[in-house]
C-alpha cells in the first residue's frame, strides 16, 4: 500500500470529523443568554406603574451598588415560587435593592400580586407591550438580571429563582 | 407475550445473520459458479423472521397492548386504527425495526435478482450487507429495542403526537426509507465489487435498478414530507432547511449523481472507482444523517425525542463504516484513465457531479458549521434558510441550461448543430419571461435568470418528449420527464415566491379586515368535542374584491388531552391557479386573535412538478423491465 | 462553451448582489431571519408564541424610526448573540462557512478542466 499524502488528509479528516461530532454530543445544544454577562445595560427608562410622570433611568441605578431587575407578572405562576427569594435580598441586605419590571400584565393584577406577596421592589416599572424587556435581553419570564454599580451584568437568571441561584447571588454581592 | 415473541424473532434473526456470514464465508472458498442452496434457504428465513417481527409490533398497536413500552409511549386507545399501526414506524425503536426490515429484504431480493452476476461478488456482497443487518441488530437490541416490556401493564397509553396523524405523514418514513436505507445494498455491492474484483460494466448493471429505485422512493418521501409539512405544520412553508430535511436531502444529491455516473460507467466502462466512491458515499450519508438527526446534536422540529446514548452508539456504527470502507477502497482500488473531450455527453455527467456534489457540499456544511464552531469555539450560530438559499439558488441557474444541453451531447464527441437548437430556444425562454416579468409584476436580475432558465429548460424538455414519442426511442423519455419535472418545479417555486402574498394581522370576533384583494370577515367561533381532541375553529368569510366571490375557510386550534399538546390547523382552499392559506392563533391573556393570510399563487403545481420528477425514475424503471 | 463560462461567472456576480435589488416586503423579511429562540427551530415569521409576538412588535418599532435592516440585526444580536439571526453574519468566525462551498466548487471545476486537458495532450501525442 503506497502511502500518499491525499490518503493522509482524507483519514485525517475523517478522523476530525468523527471526533468533532463526539465532542458535539456533549455539548448542551438548549439555548442561553450567558453570553450577555459582561455587557452593559444602557438607554433605558422606565415608567412607574402607577404614575406615567415617575420614571427611572441609568443614572439612578447608578446609585446602587446592586441592582437585582427582576421580570414578573401576576399571571406567572413560576413569579410567585421565586417571590419569597426576593423579598429576602430586599430585607435582609442593603447592599442590592430590587427593581421590578411587569410585563404584559394589568395594573390592578400587579398591584395585587403584590399586595398578596408582598413587595420586594423599591421600584416597580410596567412593560405592557414587552418591548422594554426584548432591551434586556429577556425572552421569558421570570428572568432576573444582576448588574453592579457600573452597570455591567454579572449575572443572570432564566426560569425562577430557586435556592441554588439565590445563593450564588448572595454571593456575588458580598 | 408478543414482548417474548418479538425479541425471539429478532434475536433469530441475528442468528440468521450470524450463519449467513459463516456459510457465504465457506461458500467463497469453492470455486463452481454457483451460489449454494443452503444460502438462499437463510436468506429467505431471515427475511420471513424479519418481517415477522416488524408484523408483531404492528399487531402489538393494532391491539393497544401496553405491556410492549414502544406501544404504551406511542399509543392510545382512542387512535384512529390506521394511524395505530402508523405508530409502530412512527417512533425511534419502530423505525429501527423498519430499517432493519429494508437491510434484510434488499439483501434477499439482491441476491436472487442478480443471479447471472459473479458469484464472489454476490457473496462479498451477502457478507458486508449483513454486517451492516448485524451493527443494526445490535443497536436494536441493547439500546433501542422495540419489544422491551413493562409490567405492571398500563391501562392507557401516552399517545402519539397528534401532529403524526396525517396520512402523508404516515407513508413518509417507509417511502424515505426504502430510499434511504435502500442504498446500503449498493454500498455493500461496492465493497462486494472492489474485494471481488469485478468488472466496472458489470457492476453498473448489477446495482444499476437498485439506484433507481432508491432515488424514486428518495424523491416521493421528501415530496411527500414537504406536501405534509405545507399542510400541516401551518406556516404555509413547505422547506425550511430544516436539519432532518437536509438529512434527507444530502443522500438524495448522491444518489442522482451516483444515478448519472452509473450511466458513463455502463456505456463507456469508466469513472469506475468515482462510482464506487458514490456508492459508498450515499450510505454513509444516510448514517451521518440519522446520526445528526437522531443523537440530539442538532436542534430541530421534527427531532424524534434524543437519547446521548444513542448518538454513541451511531459515531461508533459510522466510524467503523468509514474507516473499513475507506481501508478497502485505498488497498484494492485500481487507478484508470480518463479519457473526456470536451464537447462529450461523458463531460456533462461529470459537470452534473460537479453541480450535485457542490449542492450537497452546501448543506452539509451549513448543517455541521455550528456544531464545529461550538466545539471548537463555545460560540453558538444559527444557518437558516437564507444562507442556503443564497448560496444554492444562483448556481441552479447555469445547472438548469446544462440540464438542457448536455443530454444532447453524444458519447465521445459531438457536432455543433445542437448551438443552434440552443441559441433559438434561449431567445424564446427570454421573450416569454420578459412577457411575465412586463404584465405581471417586477422582480430582481436573479429571479429573471432564474425564470428564463427554468423555461428554457420547460421548452427543450418537452420538445425532447414530444421528438421521443415521435421517433419511438423510449430511451429518451424518461430522463426528459424528469429534467421537465425539474424546470417545472423551479419555475413554479419561483412564480410562488414572487407572487405570494402573505398579511399578518390581529383581529376580534365580528371584525374585518381589507386588503388590497381580499375582505376577511371574522364571523364567530365553534367550539367542538372530537374523538381525542377539542377544537376551536374560527369561521372566516373571504370576500374577493376582484370578482366578488365567497370562500369560507376554517382554521382550527386543536387541543389535544393525551399528551397534551395545542396545534394550529390551518385552512387551505387549494385550487389549480392558487391556493388561500388561512391560520389562526390566540393571542393571550387577550380577546384577540392573531391571524395569517397568504394567497399563494400556483402552489399545486409545485407538487406536480415534483412528482412529475420521480415519474420520470419510475416510468424508467418500468421500460427497463420491457427491454430485458 | 464559452457562454456556459460566462453564465456560471455571472451568477458568481449575481451573489453579490442579490440582496440589493429585491423589492419584497422588508418586515417579512426580517421576521424570516430572526430565529424564535423559544420554539423548536421555527422563525419570528412562522411562530405564535408570545415572545415572537413580541419581536414583531420590537421591530416594527426600529423600522418605523428609520433603522435599516443591518442595525436591527446589530441590535438584537447584542441582546440574543448571533443565534438570533439565521443568516450568519460574514465575520472572521463565520468566514469559513462562506467561503468554503465556493472553493470547494472551484475545485470540483478545476479537477475536470484538467480531465480534459490531459485527454487533449495524450490526443496530441
Not at chain 2, 284 to 292: A, C, K, Q, Y
Request: one cysteine or more.
Amino acid at each position: 500500500m503506497k502511502i500518499n499524502i491525499s490518503k493522509i488528509i482524507i483519514f485525517s479528516f475523517v478522523v476530525f470529523l468523527l471526533f468533532i461530532f463526539w465532542q458535539g454530543l456533549k455539548k448542551n445544544n438548549s439555548y442561553d443568554t450567558k453570553s450577555l454577562i459582561g455587557s452593559r445595560i444602557s438607554n433605558f427608562q422606565l415608567n412607574e406603574i402607577n404614575n406615567n410622570n415617575q420614571y427611572i433611568s441609568e443614572e439612578d441605578l447608578k446609585k446602587n451598588k446592586f441592582t437585582l431587575i427582576n421580570f414578573f407578572a401576576s399571571w406567572c405562576a413560576p413569579c410567585r415560587v421565586e417571590h419569597k427569594y426576593l423579598l429576602n435580598l430586599s430585607s435582609e441586605n442593603n447592599e442590592i435593592k430590587i427593581i421590578g419590571i411587569n410585563f404584559k400584565d394589568k395594573k390592578n393584577n400587579a398591584i395585587n400580586f403584590l399586595k398578596e406577596l408582598g413587595n420586594p421592589y423599591t421600584f416597580v416599572g410596567k412593560d405592557v407591550k414587552g418591548k422594554i424587556s426584548i432591551s434586556f435581553g429577556i425572552y421569558g419570564i421570570p428572568e432576573s438580571i444582576l448588574v453592579d454599580s457600573n452597570l455591567t451584568v454579572i449575572k443572570k437568571v432564566v426560569g425562577p429563582i430557586d435556592q441554588a441561584q439565590y445563593n450564588e447571588i448572595l454571593k456575588l454581592i458580598q | 407475550m408478543l414482548s417474548n415473541i418479538g425479541i425471539s424473532l429478532v434475536i433469530l434473526v441475528l442468528v440468521l445473520s450470524f450463519s449467513t456470514i459463516y456459510a457465504a464465508s465457506l461458500d467463497l472458498k469453492i470455486s463452481n459458479r454457483f451460489i449454494s442452496e443452503n444460502i438462499y434457504k437463510l436468506s429467505l428465513f431471515q427475511t420471513t423472521f424479519t418481517i415477522l417481527s416488524f408484523f408483531t409490533l404492528i399487531i402489538g398497536f393494532i391491539n393497544s397492548d401496553f405491556s410492549l413500552i414502544n406501544v404504551y409511549e406511542n399509543s392510545h386507545t382512542t387512535k384512529p386504527f390506521f394511524y395505530k399501526i402508523a405508530g409502530a414506524w412512527g417512533n425511534h425503536e419502530g423505525s429501527l425495526l423498519l430499517w432493519v426490515n429494508i437491510l434484510v429484504i434488499f439483501s434477499y431480493l439482491f441476491l436472487v435478482f442478480n443471479h447471472t452476476h459473479n458469484k464472489q461478488f454476490r457473496l462479498y456482497t451477502l457478507i458486508v450487507q449483513n454486517i451492516l443487518i448485524l451493527g443494526f441488530l445490535f443497536f436494536l437490541l441493547l439500546n433501542s429495542n422495540p419489544f422491551n416490556s413493562i409490567y405492571p401493564i398500563p391501562p392507557e397509553g401516552m399517545g402519539l403526537n397528534p401532529i403524526l396523524q396525517d396520512p402523508a405523514l404516515a407513508i413518509h418514513p417507509p417511502l424515505l426509507y426504502v430510499g434511504f436505507v435502500g442504498c446500503s445494498i449498493y454500498f455493500s455491492a461496492a465493497i462486494g465489487s472492489l474485494l471481488s474484483n469485478y468488472d466496472g460494466k458489470l457492476f453498473a448493471r448489477s446495482i444499476k435498478t437498485w439506484v433507481k429505485i432508491s432515488w424514486c422512493f428518495q424523491t416521493l418521501g421528501i415530496i411527500v414530507g414537504s406536501i405534509w409539512a405545507y399542510y400541516e405544520l401551518g406556516w404555509g412553508g413547505f422547506w425550511f432547511w430544516d436539519p432532518v430535511e437536509n438529512a434527507s436531502l444530502l443522500p438524495w444529491f448522491a444518489i442522482t449523481a451516483l444515478m448519472h455516473s452509473l450511466i458513463v460507467l455502463e456505456k463507456r466502462n469508466t469513472l469506475y472507482s468515482w462510482v464506487i466512491v458514490l456508492c459508498l458515499l450515499t450510505f454513509i450519508l444516510s448514517v451521518t444523517g440519522t446520526f445528526l438527526v437522531r443523537s440530539g446534536i442538532l436542534n430541530s422540529v421534527h427531532t424524534f425525542a434524543s437519547d446521548p446514548s444513542r448518538g454513541i452508539y451511531i459515531l461508533v456504527f459510522l466510524s467503523l463504516m468509514i474507516f473499513s470502507a475507506l481501508i478497502i477502497f485505498f488497498s484494492k482500488n485500481h487507478n484508470e484513465n480518463y479519457n473526456f473531450n470536451l464537447k462529450s455527453r461523458e463531460i456533462f455527467i461529470l459537470t452534473n457531479n460537479w453541480f450535485m456534489a457542490f449542492f450537497l457540499l452546501t448543506v452539509l456544511i451549513g448543517m455541521l458549521y455550528p456544531i464545529f464552531l461550538d466545539v471548537l469555539t463555545n460560540k453558538k450560530i444559527s444557518v437558516g434558510p437564507p444562507f442556503f438559499n443564497i448560496v444554492i439558488i444562483p448556481l441552479v441557474v447555469p445547472f438548469m441550461f446544462l440540464m438542457a444541453i448536455g443530454p444532447k451531447f453524444g458519447w465521445i464527441k459531438s457536432k455543433n448543430k445542437i448551438f443552434y437548437k440552443s441559441l433559438l430556444l434561449s431567445l424564446g425562454a427570454v421573450a416569454i419571461n420578459l412577457f411575465i416579468f412586463y404584465f405581471f409584476g417586477k422582480y430582481s436580475f436573479l429571479s429573471n435568470l432564474i425564470f428564463t432558465a427554468a423555461i428554457f429548460l420547460i421548452l427543450y424538455s418537452f420538445l425532447d418528449i414530444i421528438d421521443s414519442i415521435n421517433k419511438r426511442t423510449k430511451f429518451e423519455f424518461p430522463r426528459a420527464i424528469s429534467h421537465l419535472g425539474f424546470g417545472m418545479l423551479v419555475f413554479f417555486i419561483g412564480i410562488n415566491h414572487q407572487f405570494s402574498t402573505e398579511e399578518d394581522f390581529n383581529l376580534k370576533i365580528g371584525e374585518v379586515k381589507k386588503t388590497t384583494n381580499y375582505e376577511i370577515n371574522f364571523e364567530k367561533i365553534e367550539i367542538k368535542e372530537s374523538k381525542n381532541y377539542k377544537s376551536v375553529t374560527g369561521i372566516f368569510k373571504l370576500i374577493n374584491l376582484k370578482n366578488s366571490s365567497i370562500q369560507n375557510l376554517n382554521p382550527e386550534i386543536r387541543i389535544y388531552s393525551s399528551p397534551e399538546t395545542l396545534t394550529y390547523e390551518a385552512a387551505i382552499k387549494t385550487k389549480i391557479t392558487s391556493d388561500l392559506y388561512l391560520t389562526m392563533s390566540n393571542v393571550s391573556r387577550s380577546d384577540f386573535y392573531n391571524i395569517k393570510f397568504q394567497k399563494k399563487p400556483f402552489m399545486i403545481w409545485i407538487w406536480i412538478s415534483a412528482f412529475i420528477i420521480s415519474l420520470g425514475g419510475f416510468v424508467q424503471l418500468t421500460l427497463k423491465k420491457n427491454e430485458d | 462553451m464559452k457562454v456556459i463560462f460566462f453564465y456560471i461567472i455571472a451568477c458568481f456576480l449575481i451573489t453579490i448582489s442579490v440582496h440589493s435589488s429585491e423589492d419584497e416586503n422588508k418586515l417579512l423579511k426580517v421576521y424570516k431571519n430572526l430565529r424564535c429562540l423559544v420554539c423548536q427551530g421555527q422563525s419570528i415569521a412562522d411562530s405564535n408564541s408570545d415572545f415572537a409576538a413580541t419581536i414583531k412588535l420590537v421591530v416594527q418599532d426600529q423600522f418605523n424610526e428609520g433603522k435599516t435592516e443591518d442595525e436591527i440585526y446589530k441590535f438584537l444580536t447584542s441582546k440574543y448573540g448571533e443565534w438570533i439571526i439565521y443568516q450568519p453574519i460574514f465575520n472572521k468566525n463565520n468566514f469559513l462557512l462562506w467561503a468554503l462551498p465556493y472553493a470547494l466548487f472551484i475545485c470540483g471545476g478545476f479537477i475536470i478542466f484538467l480531465l480534459v486537458r490531459k485527454t487533449k495532450h495524450s490526443k496530441v501525442k
